[in-house]
């Protein structure tokens, strides 16, 4: 079980790497091997399966995200925790409300993320 204590701060963390710009401050929160799905893969990577795979696929795109967004601010609005798993709720890109779904590793290294977006808030 994830603690609530350890899910704020690695949220709390994340969205500070994001707001940084900083990739590998980004990257960081990640493992190798991770796994990232997203409706912005598609829009902005061209790939239609919105799954990007391994570190070097995600900070291509994560620096496309930057190049896009570059005045992009998150703001962490909640935390929710599972097992293995937390959920970042946050005010996104353009007024989005966002939420990351994240699967996190035995080093506390995300494996896996997929993101969801409303419209504009």
Not at 7 to 29: C, G, M, P, Y
Not at 93 to 113: D, M, Q, T, Y
Request: proline share 4%.
């Amino acid at each position: 079980m994830i603690e609530p204590s350890f899910a704020k701060k690695f949220a709390q963390d994340w969205v500070d790497a994001w707001n940084s710009h900083d990739l590998e401050r980004i990257q960081s929160h990640y493992a190798d091997g991770f796994t990232m799905v997203s409706p912005f893969i598609v829009e902005l990577a061209g790939e239609v399966t919105g799954t990007l795979r391994g570190r070097k696929n995600t900070l291509e795109y994560w620096a496309l995200v930057l190049k896009n967004f570059p005045d992009i601010k998150f703001e962490l609005i909640d935390v929710l925790v599972g097992v293995d798993t937390i959920s970042i709720y946050y005010k996104s890109v353009n007024g989005r409300r966002a939420l990351e779904h994240v699967e996190l590793g035995p080093n506390a290294k995300a494996i896996r993320a997929s993101a969801h977006y409303s419209g504009p808030a």
